[in-house]
């Protein structure tokens, strides 16, 4: 039997920030570890996963899912270890994943608990098993449609979702252009993910060097940041293109999400398609798409992408670094290994 904790720490909302999160932002909670309740597990949080949609949920205004309110446990995906008594298929010692929270030590049931196999690696049910992996496939399976010869281009290509849109448009046969924020990031996308070609958009020459890389226009636009860079793929759309708003992070960081999306001008000239996807209105695809991501992982067809930050305290900071694009792939943080 695993021994029980006394004690559980987590971190709640304190305050709301305006622009990007920091310590002062949260409280850090300590209350006693009670007994489960009948049918209830306990859970040790081993590594939780960090996304942008956090950092929407800090602030209050009107988007796809609720704030945060003040004193609340903040959200996460996590993978975790069972540490009490056996109910049904969970028993102790076994790993899990759910959507736990920034603690410690968590209280679930099972329904919201999924057994993880040992056929991955841990954190491959963070990131290619979890929200990045299957909005990348839901995303693309029903609206991107992928073909052979056409050009795909995805912002945040070395980000937690860019990243497998990144290899799935290479699957399908596309040319595939990459954006990302560093030319570390750049080379990863293509060294390591196969794309054709990732361009930096903080380099002076990205318009031109955009237009270059897609000389016949950019039939799948993958995008999941908006602002002036979308503005620029805009300028260099294919005659119908598609337009697929898989994410608003530069908006929902900014303080003027007013200016986000300008350049309508061009849309409308390549009588262009415009999809918005959140991947939480689907959730009757979600095994589906968990089937096939398991399966393209099975023939080693994916490779995941991680920043790991150690330290349950890091948490907060970690968020940060995330949001301002210091992360390389999905932000992890570990709290504690696996016993046994």
């Not at 899912?65 to 109910?87: M, N, R, W, Y």
């Not at 999306?261 to 979600?286: D, G, H, T």
């Amino acid at each position: 039997m695993i021994n029980i904790p006394s004690h559980n720490r987590r971190f709640v909302l304190k305050t709301r920030p305006t622009d990007l999160p920091s310590n002062e932002n949260f409280r850090i909670e300590t209350l006693p570890v009670s007994r489960p309740k009948d049918g209830h597990l306990l859970v040790r949080v081993l590594s939780v996963a960090l996304s942008p949609w956090q950092n929407q949920r800090l602030k209050d205004f009107k988007n796809y899912t609720k704030p945060f309110e003040i004193g609340e446990l903040i959200d996460c995906d996590v993978i975790g270890q069972i540490i009490s008594e056996e109910t049904g298929d969970f028993s102790p010692g076994k790993l899990v994943t759910g959507r736990l929270g920034w603690q410690e030590i968590a209280e679930a049931s099972p329904e919201d608990l999924q057994l993880v196999s040992n056929d991955f690696e841990e954190t491959m049910w963070l990131t290619a098993l979890s929200s990045p992996g299957l909005t990348a496939y839901c995303a693309m399976d029903l609206f991107g449609r992928p073909m052979p010869g056409q050009t795909l281009v995805v912002t945040s290509a070395a980000g937690s979702v860019g990243s497998f849109a990144i290899q799935l448009g290479v699957m399908a046969g596309m040319h595939v252009i990459g954006i990302a924020g560093t030319e570390e990031k750049c080379n990863v996308v293509e060294d390591t993910l196969g794309a054709n070609k990732c361009l930096n958009y903080n380099d002076p020459s990205f318009s031109e060097k955009l237009a270059s890389a897609c000389p016949e226009g950019v039939d799948l636009f993958f995008d999941t940041l908006g602002a002036n860079i979308a503005d620029t793929v805009f300028d260099n759309l294919a005659k119908y293109a598609t337009v697929l708003v898989v994410g608003r992070t530069n908006s929902n960081n900014s303080e003027t999400p007013h200016l986000d999306y300008v350049n309508m001008r061009q849309l409308w000239a390549k009588e262009a398609q415009i999809q918005c996807f959140s991947r939480y209105s689907y959730p009757e695809r979600w095994s589906f798409a968990r089937e096939k991501m398991m399966k393209l992982c099975r023939h080693g067809k994916l490779k995941e992408i991680k920043t790991t930050a150690i330290g349950f305290e890091n948490t907060p900071m970690a968020l940060r670094d995330m949001l301002s694009g210091k992360a390389l792939g999905k932000m992890i943080v570990k709290y504690s290994e696996a016993i046994g």
